[in-house]
């Protein structure tokens, strides 16, 4: 009976402790800053090999706005190779929104372990095979000799002549970018408040911006939006119905044609948000929006 | 007067449920319903790919270990189960067809596993260009499986949350009647963290 307790307890204990995990690792590294194509954080790489890579993909981006970067580690940090590469390029976010042509070169020196995460838009061209290929063939065997740099640039020149030829490469559709539309909702659930708000101010001062407030709180999206539109709505119309705006059969035609305008023009309108970042010239560099699904190859050496 | 703040009021709720029709979650449901069908796809489509590389795969390795025929057979077999399943929307829905459908491609990870060690002991097999190209592609498979069904569980906890979360389970249950969907488990998870090992 006694040991059962314990064990008991002991079983208890470790449920807990894996409810209470969280989903990444407590352990897990950090995504390094992407401080430009080549990080090096372990800093294997000679500086003039860095500053020659980095220009070759700087080039390429602008040729043909396919994001390569190549990141090498000391180590994985005890993160599976493809967690740690797949966080890495979708925090990156190399490659163009909606296109997806984003390459990562990982190196986990330690682990000896090398990957190719290919985004979506390029999976066509480098293929799983292909990145196997590149790797085995390209990179591995100088690394065994320990030529890294040789090795490094060895892979990156055929990712980047395998990928040549894509400058147009074949669209993906985006997932919705739910961020802006909550934007594009609020301000119609304003917009709507308003109006209505400003037509009940030439019945009751009182009247107006309350009305307006509750028809923005119940227009826009749960529960955050909703509050801010309404409280939004409730000063706006306060403040117009003050100036002596308030809206009313006088100047009906202004206000009809006012919002049926706004709302034509902008209801679907906030939706694209572009991220419109770059390699770019000079120092600064950042991903534009890219995706990853999981595409590209390991290998180790 | 009153009656015209009647007509007013009455006017303006019609006016907001027309031109913006957001509220209490309705778009934000279907646009989240929409979003996992969409994300199950995705999910569909990789197992689907993966199932269509296995009859190359089996007769690459027949190649060399023609003899090898009880590993070769599970694979086959395992293989047709798990792309007898019926794949539709509703199987989301379904708890039942859908934990059958997850048995149905463990099943398949499982004989996948136990052809790739087979492999192992036959160097001619591993050195052989096109089994490599194979094993890379099968890695890839994997892996967009992996990042396919995270996604997918990330849509499907988002979705089950508006569904259940009040002002929007009374739209979600009354206006458009949907119910949670079904989702994969712990469980499971711990199953598949564990996909068929590719070694060189």
Redesign the interface.
């Known amino acids: 009976m006694q040991l059962c307790g314990r064990g008991g307890k002991a079983v208890l204990a470790g449920w807990v402790w894996l409810a209470l995990m969280p989903g990444l690792p407590a352990w897990a590294l950090d995504v390094p800053s992407l401080s430009g194509p080549v990080v090096d954080v372990a800093h294997v790489l000679p500086p003039a090999t860095v500053e020659q890579l980095s220009q070759e993909l700087r080039a390429h981006e602008a040729k043909t706005s396919n994001q390569v970067a190549v990141l090498i580690v000391p180590s994985l940090g005890g993160e599976p190779l493809?967690d740690f590469s797949?966080r890495v390029a979708t925090t990156w976010k190399l490659g163009r929104k909606g296109t997806d042509n984003g390459v990562l070169l990982l190196v986990a020196l330690k682990d000896r372990k090398i990957r190719l995460e290919v985004g979506y838009g390029l999976e066509g061209v480098l293929?799983?095979?292909r990145?196997?290929?590149i790797i085995?063939n390209e990179i591995v065997p100088r690394f065994r000799t320990g030529e890294f740099a040789a090795g490094v640039t060895a892979g990156v020149r055929a990712v980047l002549s395998t990928i040549e030829g894509t400058d147009h490469v074949p669209e993906r559709p985006s997932?919705?970018p739910?961020g802006s539309?909550r934007l594009g909702?609020v301000l119609?659930?304003v917009i709507?408040g308003v109006v209505?708000g400003l037509?009940?101010s030439r019945?009751h001062r009182m009247l107006g911006p309350v009305?307006g407030g509750g028809?923005s709180f119940?227009?826009?999206?749960?529960l955050l939006p909703a509050l801010i539109a309404g409280g939004v709505s409730l000063l706006l119309v306060s403040l117009l119905g003050g100036w002596g705006l308030s809206a009313g059969p006088r100047r009906g035609h202004r206000t009809s044609g006012f919002d049926e305008t706004w709302?034509s023009t902008h209801r679907g309108g906030w939706g694209s948000g572009d991220l419109s970042g770059s390699f770019g010239g000079g120092d600064s560099f950042s991903g534009s929006g890219g995706d990853?699904?999981?595409?590209?190859?390991?290998?180790?050496w | 007067m009153s009656m015209f703040v009647a007509r007013m009021v009455l006017g303006s709720l019609l006016l907001t449920g027309i031109l913006t029709s957001s509220g209490c979650g309705y778009n934000d449901l279907q646009g989240l319903d929409e979003d996992t069908k969409a994300a199950w796809s995705e999910v569909i489509n990789q197992y689907q790919r993966r199932a269509d590389l296995i009859p190359n795969l089996v007769n690459t390795v027949k190649g060399y270990a023609a003899h090898e025929r009880e590993t070769l057979e599970s694979v086959v077999q395992a293989r047709a189960r798990a792309t007898n399943v019926q794949i539709t929307p509703e199987l989301l829905k379904d708890e039942a067809a859908f934990r059958k459908f997850q048995e149905a491609q463990q099943g398949l990870s499982g004989a996948l596993g136990r052809l790739l060690a087979l492999a192992e002991q036959y160097p001619n097999l591993k050195a052989d260009q096109g089994f490599r190209d194979l094993q890379s592609q099968l890695e890839g498979t994997e892996n967009r499986i992996t990042v396919a069904r995270k996604r997918y569980i990330e849509k499907v906890a988002e979705f089950n949350k508006m569904v259940r979360y009040f002002p929007t389970n009374l739209t979600a249950k009354f206006l458009l009647h949907l119910d949670e969907k079904a989702n994969f488990t712990v469980a499971d998870e711990k199953a598949v963290a564990k996909p068929p090992e590719v070694k060189f």
């Not at chain 1, 119940?218 to 749960?222: L, Q």
Request: overall charge negative.
């Open positions: 493809f797949h293929t799983d095979a990145s196997a290929q085995r997932p919705s739910s539309d909702q119609s659930a709507v209505i037509v009940f019945t009305v028809v119940i227009a826009a999206p749960w709302f990853f699904g999981g595409g590209g190859a390991s290998g180790d």
